[in-house]
């Protein structure tokens, strides 16, 4: 059974300070990593993707990836209230389907 | 990223009824996906849509439960079948990135929930 875990929260940062989610997966040979962002009441966003590993920047945001640890996370900087919400992890095998973490709860504290 | 609507956007149900939710994308697509989330939960993926092939049920998820239809490229219909409480979930379809066929948009989800 292919998994992946993050822990639930909910993770409570201040304002300003950087966030960092974490994400392990069971299959080895997973090619594709995913971060998706959901807002409450919404579908989930697609803000991060990484193929290797190393870490990936787009703006606030960095992907880490470290396949022999099966292990990824997202850093947010300079955190803000808007960033409040679930973050999915997902994992695609190579030719299989997504594979969805539970996701983490993310408060940005004002 | 492609443009994907889905109706209704949510629905209150009673037991023992069917709903057919539909999802409309702006350009043609060759594999479309059903999730489902329920309560406090992660996505799940129900089957894999194809145009000219029955669809592609995951395990725990059979056809006379959630029958899919694809008549064409940029359409899809999920069923949910006969529905129970547990059944109250958010339903999402989803289409790969055009060139990479690795990254997956969502579409708004379809709110239902069973009395």
């Known amino acids: 059974q292919k998994e992946v875990e993050q822990n639930s929260g909910p993770l409570s940062v201040p304002e300003g300070a950087i966030a960092s989610l974490n994400c392990t997966y069971s299959d080895r040979g997973s090619q594709s990593f995913f971060w998706y962002r959901q807002y409450s009441g919404k579908s989930p966003e697609l803000i991060m993707s990484i193929y290797s590993n190393g870490d990936k920047e787009d703006g606030r945001f960095t992907a880490q990836l470290n396949k022999a640890s099966q292990y990824v996370s997202l850093l947010i900087r300079d955190s803000q209230p808007s960033d409040s919400a679930t973050y999915l992890c997902?994992?695609?095998?190579?030719?299989?389907?997504?594979?969805f973490g539970p996701g983490t709860r993310l408060s940005v504290l004002p | 990223s492609a443009v994907i609507s889905q109706k209704p956007s949510r629905d209150i149900c009673q037991r023992g009824t069917s709903l057919t939710i539909q999802c409309q994308v702006d350009s043609q697509v060759t594999m479309m996906f059903w999730y489902r989330q329920q309560p406090g939960q992660s996505l799940t993926l129900i089957a894999t849509?194809?145009?000219?092939?029955?669809?592609?049920?995951e395990s725990g998820f059979v056809i006379d439960k959630f029958p899919i239809s694809r008549p064409n490229l940029t359409f899809s219909t999920l069923t949910v079948s006969n529905m129970s409480p547990e059944d109250s979930s958010i339903y999402l379809c989803s289409v790969p990135d055009f060139g990479s066929y690795n990254e997956q948009f969502f579409g708004p989800g379809t709110r239902l929930t069973v009395l």
């Open positions: 849509a194809n145009q000219g092939s029955e669809a592609t049920y």
């Open positions: 997902a994992v695609k095998p190579d030719g299989q389907n997504f594979v």
